[in-house]
């Protein structure tokens, strides 16, 4: 196994030529970074950090000082010009070089910028739908232009147009590394995260990316949609540390032997291989909790690595996942029923419709006897935030498939054994030794 490294700054794409005007002598050139966040919806570029060049004081900034303009770019499209755009300067402050707030005076200023489900400017990804099928990065070319002069001890910035980016930030995702496998002659990519190392052991959780995250950059597979979530402080603590892994198939999981979603996958032995490599050359992984779930694409691969190796992963979270429950013999739910599953999905999903997928197949565990199985059917997918709604004021409603955003949020619960159980709590507690 290759390991990559992609921590700290990673370029988004940006113009090369700075101009600006001083009434002052500025020491270094004017620039700016992007901050990139993973919302329920996919990644976007949530602020700039701006590095002015000169230091100034926290009360000369205001969301009125600088006007933002927005380029974005597929360059994998024959036309790569997606759209352009103003984005909204929700708020703006002086800051240090990490985007801090600072206490009197700073040389750097960051802008906060408006986002929501439905603005596509803030997007820092693009699907490609007609194309490859796949989200990827996009490039977005910022050209920040000042609109009022700042007052500094030595006399007046203005004039500045600021279009030369020096990086990005991306946060959670640049906190896992990137690596590639082979085995047999199929390639798997994947991202990874290693807690905090502790003396004793860690969980490992692993995740199977859907059907738009496939590729050959596995930061997609946990950007395309919230799944760096899972390496979040508020996740984190439910395991005390834990390993995550994130495996990227070049194309789809559900590419079978004879035909899509057939119940086989070109990728399973592939897959097992690498998550055993990883296990063993991670020593402190705690074997008997090693926990897998997917969506959609990648929970129909956890519906058959599960099938095929139910001795193997202390327990699963398939979400609205895509193995036809006719595609599964009765000796396979036998073979599943003491694996420890949680099942989620939502009425009005309309890709996967989980009444000839995950309800069957709950049922038919629940029926063979399995004690230590549940489903949590949601009505459909809101947002739960309480920050973007509809136009009447009620919630703003996702896609019915999307309910992955529930698990990420952990926002899945249940009444176990008389107490209301959050799916991490549930997740951590289980064990092979048990």
Not at 84 to 93: S, W
Not at 128 to 139: I, Q
Not at 160 to 185: H, M, P, Q, S, W
Not at 330 to 341: F, S, Y
Request: glycine share 8%; proline share 3%; charged share 20%.
């Amino acid at each position: 196994m290759e390991n990559k490294s992609e921590k700290s700054l990673t370029q988004l794409g940006s113009a090369d030529v700075t101009s600006h005007t001083f009434n002052t002598e500025v020491k270094t050139q004017p620039s700016y970074q992007t901050v990139t966040k993973i919302e329920d919806w996919g990644a976007v570029i949530t602020k700039i950090i701006i590095d002015l060049g000169e230091t100034v004081s926290i009360e000369s900034v205001s969301k009125e000082t600088f006007h933002v303009h927005v380029q974005r770019y597929d360059r994998r499209l024959e036309n790569p010009f997606l759209q352009e755009g103003n984005r909204i300067v929700k708020n703006a402050y002086v800051s240090d070089k990490y985007g801090n707030p600072a206490e009197k005076m700073g040389k750097y200023t960051v802008l906060e910028m408006e986002i929501s489900p439905t603005l596509t400017l803030s997007s820092a990804i693009n699907y490609d739908w007609a194309g490859t099928g796949f989200n990827d990065w996009t490039e977005n070319e910022y050209t920040i232009t000042q609109q009022k002069n700042i007052k500094t001890s030595d006399g007046t910035i203005s004039g500045l147009v600021i279009d030369k980016c020096t990086g990005g930030v991306r946060e959670l995702v640049d906190d896992f590394t990137t690596g590639k496998a082979t085995y047999d002659n199929v390639t798997l990519t994947y991202a990874s995260y290693s807690p905090a190392k502790a003396n004793g052991k860690n969980p490992l959780v692993i995740w199977l990316h859907g059907a738009g995250e496939g590729g050959t950059d596995p930061t997609m597979a946990i950007a395309g949609n919230k799944a760096a979530n899972f390496a979040s402080k508020e996740i984190q603590a439910y395991f005390d540390g834990a390993y995550i892994l994130a495996p990227q198939t070049p194309s789809f999981w559900m590419d079978g032997f004879t035909e899509f979603g057939d119940g086989t996958s070109k990728y399973q032995k592939a897959l097992m291989a690498l998550i055993e490599d990883y296990v063993s050359q991670n020593k402190d992984i705690d074997q008997n909790r090693i926990y897998l779930g997917g969506d959609s694409n990648g929970g129909y691969m956890t519906m058959l690595m599960i099938r095929d190796y139910p001795e193997y992963f202390a327990a699963a979270f398939p979400t609205c996942e895509a193995l036809k429950d006719t595609l599964i013999k009765d000796e396979e739910i036998q073979r599943m029923m003491n694996l420890p599953i949680w099942f989620i999905a939502a009425k009005t999903d309309t890709v996967v419709n989980p009444e000839l997928y995950t309800v069957p197949t709950y049922n038919r565990l629940i029926e063979a006897g399995a004690k230590n199985v549940h489903l949590s059917l949601f009505e459909d997918v809101i947002d739960t935030s309480g920050l973007y709604k509809n136009s009447d004021g009620t919630p703003y409603e996702y896609d019915g498939h999307w309910s992955w955003i529930y698990v990420y949020n952990n926002e899945v619960t249940n009444t176990i054994n008389g107490k209301t159980t959050t799916l991490m709590e549930w997740l951590a507690e289980q064990s092979l030794k048990k």
